[in-house]
């Protein structure tokens, strides 16, 4: 069987996508104990080393590298900052890049990173990339354009070893036409209760999220889901929004209004319906949220990872 090594792995919404594609993993690793919690909830067979990347040094040989270094130096959620070390993660990736040296290898991260200030830390990472001896393209995906119930923008930088031949091409869209239309929010979360209690950020909607419009119908595609619960979006049963002014916008009823549940965020993402969140130690709602929302969604990462081309005898 083609084998994987994961690194900044979270919950596990990559490597739902590789082993949908017929990968088996080796090893993953994180630094967020939850997130190792959930992975194994699901994936109990994988070898998980829970610490910070830059202290393995080893790696198990495999034919396929992947990872989504974080991302709040690049994303518009968080704080952005093109010199924050945490920027520099790729450098970690790259060095057991070039320990393994698999066929391919699979990065994902925020589509801010193509903006222009942070556009020599991507040229950086192509550049080292490059030097490891493979052949790089990049692209960003929208994961709508895939089957996920949701839009969701995001880089993937994929890369052949020079050894083979072959330039990767990145998969074309297989949703959004008439034959087959966008999976919308009621496709992937109508069968579960409108009022989880417990299982929904229920804090005050602070003047930041009535800036700008929250909700999306049952019959649209999700606003991106994020892991910060306070900036969830809305579920379709809350009033609608109207815009007052420059970003200000307020309910149009004084109906109960809600954000995603941090299960309804997690079939957003395109996870399996019994996806687990395992109740150990480490658990919260925050939590909960944090993994789904730092996630890959696992049919994009399907999508990527098919697409390569066969490079496996
Ligand atoms: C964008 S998320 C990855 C999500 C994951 N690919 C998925 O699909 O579920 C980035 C991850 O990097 C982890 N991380 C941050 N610093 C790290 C470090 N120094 N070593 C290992 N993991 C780290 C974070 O805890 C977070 O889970």
């Given at each position: 069987m083609r084998t994987a090594v994961s690194l900044f792995?979270?919950?596990?919404g990559s490597d739902a996508g590789i082993i949908n594609a017929g990968f088996n993993i080796l090893m993953a690793n994180d630094i967020l104990p939850y997130a190792k919690d959930t992975y194994l909830a699901n994936h109990p067979e994988t070898d998980y080393v829970l610490g910070s990347v830059s202290k393995i040094e080893t790696f198990p040989s495999s034919d396929l590298l992947v990872g989504c270094y974080p991302c709040q130096g690049f994303s518009q959620g968080g704080v952005r900052?093109?010199?924050?070390?945490?920027?520099?993660l790729y450098l970690d990736f790259a060095r057991a890049l070039n320990v393994i040296k698999p066929r391919a290898f699979i990065v994902e991260n925020v589509s801010?990173?193509?903006r222009s200030n942070y556009r020599h830390l991507l040229e950086d990472q192509i550049k080292v990339f490059t030097e490891a001896g493979y052949k790089v393209k990049y692209k960003v995906l929208n994961a709508a354009d895939y089957g996920v119930a949701q839009e969701r923008k995001r880089i993937f930088i994929v890369g052949i070893r020079n050894d083979y031949d072959i330039e990767y091409t990145f998969p074309t869209p297989?949703?959004?036409?008439?034959?087959n239309p966008y999976r919308t929010i009621e496709d992937a979360i109508?069968?579960?209760?409108e009022w989880p209690e417990g299982?929904?950020?229920?804090?005050d909607f602070h003047w930041y999220y009535m800036s700008r419009d929250r909700r999306r119908d049952w019959k649209e595609v999700s606003k991106t889901i994020v892991s910060n619960p306070r900036h969830m979006p809305l579920h379709p049963l809350s009033p609608t929004m109207t815009k007052l002014g420059d970003d200000k916008w307020a309910f149009t009823t004084e109906t109960r209004a809600r954000r995603f549940s941090y299960r309804e965020a997690s079939r957003l993402q395109g996870f399996a319906n019994d996806f687990v969140f395992p109740e150990t130690k480490n658990a919260s709602l925050n939590m909960k949220y944090k993994v789904v929302g730092n996630a890959v969604p696992p049919p994009l990462f399907e999508a990527v990872a098919k697409a390569l081309p066969n490079i496996w005898d």
């Amino acid at each position: 069987m083609r084998t994987a090594v994961s690194l900044f792995t979270g919950c596990g919404g990559s490597d739902a996508g590789i082993i949908n594609a017929g990968f088996n993993i080796l090893m993953a690793n994180d630094i967020l104990p939850y997130a190792k919690d959930t992975y194994l909830a699901n994936h109990p067979e994988t070898d998980y080393v829970l610490g910070s990347v830059s202290k393995i040094e080893t790696f198990p040989s495999s034919d396929l590298l992947v990872g989504c270094y974080p991302c709040q130096g690049f994303s518009q959620g968080g704080v952005r900052a093109a010199n924050r070390t945490i920027n520099y993660l790729y450098l970690d990736f790259a060095r057991a890049l070039n320990v393994i040296k698999p066929r391919a290898f699979i990065v994902e991260n925020v589509s801010g990173m193509v903006r222009s200030n942070y556009r020599h830390l991507l040229e950086d990472q192509i550049k080292v990339f490059t030097e490891a001896g493979y052949k790089v393209k990049y692209k960003v995906l929208n994961a709508a354009d895939y089957g996920v119930a949701q839009e969701r923008k995001r880089i993937f930088i994929v890369g052949i070893r020079n050894d083979y031949d072959i330039e990767y091409t990145f998969p074309t869209p297989t949703h959004g036409t008439e034959l087959n239309p966008y999976r919308t929010i009621e496709d992937a979360i109508l069968d579960l209760p409108e009022w989880p209690e417990g299982e929904f950020y229920d804090l005050d909607f602070h003047w930041y999220y009535m800036s700008r419009d929250r909700r999306r119908d049952w019959k649209e595609v999700s606003k991106t889901i994020v892991s910060n619960p306070r900036h969830m979006p809305l579920h379709p049963l809350s009033p609608t929004m109207t815009k007052l002014g420059d970003d200000k916008w307020a309910f149009t009823t004084e109906t109960r209004a809600r954000r995603f549940s941090y299960r309804e965020a997690s079939r957003l993402q395109g996870f399996a319906n019994d996806f687990v969140f395992p109740e150990t130690k480490n658990a919260s709602l925050n939590m909960k949220y944090k993994v789904v929302g730092n996630a890959v969604p696992p049919p994009l990462f399907e999508a990527v990872a098919k697409a390569l081309p066969n490079i496996w005898d």
